[in-house]
């Protein structure tokens, strides 16, 4: 932990999605946010405020993948299904309630400490739309 750093940095960070259904790289601009809180280690606990979107840890060196679980997911819970739900999004309800609101990745050295291939992505199920990711930045105690 750099010199001084005791308390935990809170930032926002704005999606812009595309599609209905879509899973947008994160990494950098999360990346951006730990060099600006000053943070060496700690923890990043990141948090979708939203019931039709997401956000996971998986591998981002090939797009295809990202483009593979938007396509596992689809299938698994279809858009056009019977739903009781009338707004025309229980789909999009239930593959949020799938992959989950939230992750913590550990923060080392500055930085993200992912596996090789693994990027975070904010995952859209009820597209287009502006929508937001809250992060946190907490450090380790000072030894």
């Given at each position: 932990?750099?010199?001084?750093?005791?308390?935990?940095?809170?930032?926002?960070?704005?999606?812009?999605?595309s599609?209905r259904?879509?899973?947008?790289?994160?990494?950098?601009?999360v990346?951006?946010?730990?060099?600006?809180?000053?943070?060496?280690?700690?923890?990043?606990?990141?948090?979708?405020?939203?019931?039709?979107?997401?956000?996971?840890?998986?591998?981002?060196?090939?797009?295809?993948?990202?483009?593979?679980?938007?396509?596992?997911?689809?299938?698994?819970?279809?858009?056009?299904?019977?739903?009781?739900?009338?707004?025309?999004?229980?789909?999009?309800?239930?593959?949020?309630?799938?992959?989950?609101?939230?992750?913590?990745?550990?923060?080392?050295?500055?930085?993200?400490?992912?596996?090789?291939?693994?990027?975070?992505?904010?995952?859209?199920?009820?597209?287009?739309?502006?929508?937001?990711?809250?992060?946190?930045?907490?450090?380790?105690?000072?030894?």
């Amino acid at each position: 932990m750099k010199e001084g750093i005791s308390h935990a940095f809170a930032a926002q960070l704005s999606v812009r999605t595309s599609r209905r259904s879509e899973l947008v790289d994160i990494t950098a601009a999360v990346e951006n946010q730990i060099a600006a809180s000053g943070i060496a280690s700690g923890v990043c606990h990141l948090f979708v405020p939203h019931t039709t979107a997401a956000v996971i840890v998986n591998e981002h060196d090939d797009p295809a993948v990202a483009r593979d679980i938007e396509a596992v997911l689809d299938r698994l819970v279809p858009h056009s299904a019977h739903y009781e739900h009338l707004e025309g999004n229980a789909d999009a309800h239930a593959k949020a309630a799938l992959i989950g609101s939230s992750v913590t990745v550990f923060v080392d050295h500055g930085r993200l400490d992912l596996g090789r291939w693994q990027g975070i992505f904010f995952c859209e199920f009820d597209g287009p739309r502006d929508r937001r990711v809250r992060l946190k930045i907490v450090p380790d105690p000072s030894a």
